[in-house]
């Protein structure tokens, strides 16, 4: 077998991938540390990446894969770590168990995000989590003109708008009060940041729609995707948002089911 690795730049994951890198190679198995520059070769001959870092970490590398048919093993070094299932102590016995074809792989949905200004398309990306349209620096709320398949829904005047797949649900969108979904279902949320009309709520939409925002405002205003990259968005800059066809596979943890993170993670259930 052959694996990349790709490693968070801290003092933590760099010392546990120096294990991880001697471990696999008394295994015999052929490894990778991969970068931005190396992946898009190397990712032809990979039967797997094992990330070691944190969620964002997973994200960078899914942003480099672009939808590439490659599973992901997420050794978690960073915080929470909803896309990085697996400890450090789980890591060798999961990666044995991904080996010996004991693991079973989740094909997280995606979308694809573009940016127009006009009809010229000025940034087309894939996003695994989110793509988020916010205000800039200024403490004023921006309008956020927002259609559904070509049929209007609503202006929305709030700090910004979040546009999630389920496996986003976890991050900005449940800090912004928005609801858990199950990462295997097919849909999308729409959920506004600090609302300045109070019956404006999140809303979970058909994974089959397309979303078009018009940005309504003269002030700062950014289009954030997966929290990598942001890019500023002009009076009347439209974007789009539908289902990809392009997908990130992911390695669940063998020692631990999706609602069992949930609930570790969130405490749910803690008094």
């Known amino acids: 077998m052959f694996f990349g690795v790709l490693v968070k730049q801290s003092e933590k994951a760099k010392e546990f991938s120096k294990k991880l890198l001697k471990w696999l190679k008394q295994k015999k198995i052929k490894t990778k540390v991969l970068t931005q520059s190396n992946i898009k ?10 990330v070691v870092g944190g969620d964002g970490t997973l994200l960078y590398t899914a942003r480099l894969l672009d ?20 400890s450090p102590h ?13 693991t079973t792989i989740s ?4 979308c694809d995000v573009n940016l127009y200004r006009g009809e010229k398309i000025l940034k087309s990306s894939t996003v695994l989590n989110d793509a988020v349209i916010t205000k800039g620096n200024i403490a004023r709320m921006i309008e956020l003109e927002t259609y559904v398949d070509k049929k209007f829904l609503s202006r929305y005047r709030s700090d910004g708008l ?46 089959s729609v397309e979303i078009e925002i ?11 995707l997966d929290g990598q990259e942001a890019f500023y968005v002009f009076f009347k800059d439209r974007i789009s ?24 993670k969130l405490n749910w259930g803690e008094r």
């Open 41 to 50: 070769h190397a990712q032809k001959s990979l039967d797997a990446i094992i």
């Open 162 to 207: 979040i546009v999630s797949t389920p496996t986003g649900s976890t991050a900005y969108v449940l800090s912004a009060g928005g609801p858990i979904i199950a990462y295997d279902l097919d849909c999308v949320i729409l959920c506004p940041i600090c609302p300045h009309t109070l019956t404006h709520r999140p809303i979970v939409l058909s994974s």
């Open 241 to 264: 948002i539908k289902k990809s066809d392009k997908r990130t596979y992911i390695v669940n943890s063998p020692y631990k089911g999706y609602f069992e993170i949930l609930n570790n």
């Open 214 to 224: 018009i940005n309504n405002s003269d002030t700062d205003v950014y289009l954030t």
């Open 90 to 102: 789980e890591a060798f016995d999961a990666i044995e168990c991904f080996i010996c074809g004991k």
């Open 67 to 86: 939808g590439a048919k490659i599973p992901i093993i997420g050794i978690n070094m960073g915080g929470l770590g909803f896309l990085t299932e697996i």
């Open 107 to 110: 094909k997280r949905m995606m």
